[in-house]
């Protein structure tokens, strides 16, 4: 079934100074959408254009001779769920279970930021870092290209996407400097119901 | 919230380079015109140069981006 690109969750300027309003109109407007509008052409009239976009992206991801499909579907998908993985107002730290969980599988939290901003900075290339549920812990991931979570059995909580197209307006080069401003707009909240759903 | 432009891609000018096609998208950006430039093979649809001043620069570093990929998987 066609993929709808869902509009922002919050204005364009709503990240700033992090993430800037023209980041986020051509991340969002242009990038995002190209990749929506790439997996619908690609997926309709296939056997597989009756599935949710969830659905495609677990049952090809092994599937060599699907990769472009894969890709389209999952950076559609990767977007969506990063747009969530933020919100204005938002970042410190978080509360409530995902805190004590934090807590108990990363050591602290300044363990858990250790380790996430370490996963974004080192992903080489293009990519994406993760907060996931891997059976009953917590863990921080990262993945190339288009690749996510849900290939691996593992449950999303948020992410950060690392591709150059997120931050090179704002921060050319500078990932681990993008990577700081993210976690200024970390949407915890967002994580914590991801948690509370798995 | 405000509502997404959906029209998205101004496509200036597509080519294959070393097996990649290249589509360069033009763009506004404070008034000034910017080029990204989109690489695509079978297996992978790529945003290889965000941002880039010209046509001329958006070429340039979306072939070095190809260049290096193909350097880091071969
Ligand atoms: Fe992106």
Known sequence: ?198 | MEESQTDYLQIVISFTYKGWKITLDQGELDGQIIYSAWADNEQCSAVAVPYAPSRRVAIQRAKQWIDRRLTSTD
Do not use: C
């Open chain 1, 1 to 198: 079934m066609s993929y709808e690109l869902p509009p922002l969750p919050y204005d364009y300027s709503a990240l700033e100074p992090h993430v800037s309003k023209n980041t986020l109109e051509f991340h969002h407007d242009k990038h995002h959408a190209a990749y929506v509008r790439k997996y619908n052409d690609a997926v309709q009239g296939t056997d597989l254009d009756s599935k949710p976009i969830e659905e495609v992206i677990k049952a090809i991801a092994d599937d060599s001779e699907q990769s472009g499909l894969f890709n389209n579907a999952a950076q559609a998908w990767n977007h969506t769920f990063y747009w969530h993985s933020m919100k204005p107002d938002a970042g410190g730290q978080p509360t409530g279970e995902l805190a004590k969980k934090i807590e108990a599988d990363f050591g602290s939290f300044e363990k858990f930021v250790d380790a996430f901003k370490s996963a974004g900075a080192t992903q080489f290339g293009s990519g994406w870092a993760w907060l996931v549920l891997d059976g009953n812990t917590l863990k921080v991931t990262k993945t190339p290209d288009a690749v996510n979570p849900l290939t691996s059995g593992q449950t999303p909580l948020m992410t950060m996407d690392v591709w150059e197209h997120a931050y090179y307006l704002d921060y050319q080069n500078q990932r681990p400097s993008y990577i700081d401003a993210f976690l200024e707009v970390v949407n915890w909240d967002f994580a914590a119901q991801n948690l509370a759903a798995a």
